[in-house]
């Protein structure tokens, strides 16, 4: 019970936290990065930003709630300074590489080196004890009192709740794109980019025994220990970013939310472990972020080894995206499926659909192989204002005037998406 009353009594302080305010503000100008690219490719926004930011947020505080839950009822306890060491490290790598803002690897960073001191305890040896070197005297202090199972935990779960906002949420927020391969052939994919902020409540150790908070739960701490433990307010932001042109939005995202699940319920027993078995903590650490390097190895080698989806078959044209509150949203119309006929006539290229859009201009009658292989008849009137395509983005052909180049590099840099004309457009 007063642990529930140390939450409560900490929720006005997350909202002084100047961290809240930043990764709302880094949640908006995502968000409306990408609302613009669409803007741009598209002449017309597929996502909306009101709907979109207050649906992170909101999704967010669900984890933030989840996380917080897991942590103190698994009897996680950290230190402020493990917490701070951790964004310390993750800022100085994602200056080489954004993709390192994923915590796993400065966690496996700090793990490995700290576990490494403390079980040979290497801060006793002639070389750090000589006068010139007494600047290292507190810098070893601190690797040696981190708390390696606890950042390990903290990541863990940070991980799973990272996989089921993705399978919640994150395939409703992806965008279309137009891709080039390596043999220079223009396929449809998706950019499926989300991001959450979520607020934290963490049990932390001040080391002042005759303060802090009162646990009543037997079994703690299961991992970490301390005293004076009190409740932290610390907002968090966790993201996911992945590219497809093999799987629909909602088959990636399924998958890697499988794999990060699995991921972080076996880190997580690790940690467990690395608490009871000291010379297990430099394996659990190499593990955090091997482990994940290899889901992303992995996913990216599927990628260029499988067949793309979003191509037009001999016979027909495939759909990449709808357009929403569009004729072909309430039309039933998918990505994914293969428009034969409209109004009657077979379309093989964007030309044909024109021609055969215009030979009704009130009314559409579309036949299309759906999902399951089957072929499936609706139709709908057209009113003015509607979308001149129906709403429907296909698929690119030899024709298109652009492609879309995404690049992974420094924070100096960002990611750079890059619209690029074709040379072979018309």
Not at 409 to 424: A, G, V
Request: glycine content about 8%.
């Amino acid at each position: 019970m007063e642990v529930l009353i140390g939450v409560l009594n900490q929720i006005p302080q997350i909202f002084l936290h100047p961290m809240l305010y930043v990764g709302v503000l880094i949640i908006v100008l995502q968000y409306r990065r990408q609302i613009t690219l669409e803007r741009k490719l598209f002449s017309s926004r597929i996502h909306s930003l009101p709907k979109e930011v207050l649906s992170s947020l909101g999704y967010g505080l669900l984890g933030g709630i989840i996380t917080s839950s897991l942590m103190i009822v698994l009897g996680i306890v950290l230190h402020p300074s493990d917490t701070l060491l951790i964004w310390v490290i993750t800022i100085v790598l994602i200056l080489f590489n954004v993709r390192f803002l994923c915590l796993s690897y400065a966690t496996g960073i700090i793990g490995v080196v700290a576990g490494v001191f403390q079980l040979f305890d290497l801060s006793k040896i002639q070389f750090f004890n000589n006068p010139a070197f007494s600047w290292t005297t507190p810098i070893l202090e601190g690797i040696n009192q981190i708390q390696i199972p606890s950042i390990i935990a903290i990541v863990a779960i940070l991980h799973l709740v990272e996989a089921i906002l993705i399978r919640l949420q994150a395939s409703k927020q992806a965008t279309p794109l137009f891709l080039e391969t390596k043999r220079g052939k223009l396929v449809g994919g998706h950019h499926i980019q989300s991001y959450w902020l979520l607020p934290l409540f963490l049990v932390v150790s001040t080391g002042n025994i005759d303060a802090g908070i009162q646990l009543d739960f037997s079994w703690w701490p299961l991992i970490g220990s301390g005293v004076g433990l009190t409740i932290l307010p610390v907002p968090a932001m966790i993201g996911y970013s992945d590219l497809t042109s093999v799987n629909s939005p909602s088959e990636k995202s399924k998958k890697t939310s499988n794999y990060l699940l699995l991921y972080s319920l076996v880190l997580l027993g690790m940690a467990f472990i690395a608490e009871k078995w000291v010379a297990f903590q430099i394996v659990a650490a190499f593990f955090a972020g091997f482990a994940h390097e290899i889901i992303l190895f992995f996913g990216k080698q599927k990628e260029k080894t499988m067949p793309p989806i979003y191509v037009h078959p001999k016979d027909g044209l495939k759909v990449l995206a709808v357009l929403p509150d569009s004729i072909a949203m309430r039309m039933g119309i998918k990505p994914g499926e293969v428009i034969k006929k409209v109004n009657g006539v077979p379309v093989t290229s964007i030309e044909e659909l024109y021609y055969a859009l215009q030979r009704q201009s009130a009314f559409v009658k579309l036949e299309v192989i759906n999902l399951e292989g089957h072929l499936k008849f609706t139709q709908h009137s057209i009113y003015d204002g509607d979308h001149y395509q129906l709403g429907i983005i296909l698929a690119p052909d030899d024709n298109a005037p652009y492609y879309i180049e995404v690049e992974n590099t420094s924070l100096l840099e960002l990611l750079k998406q890059k619209i690029h004309k074709t040379s072979h457009s018309a």
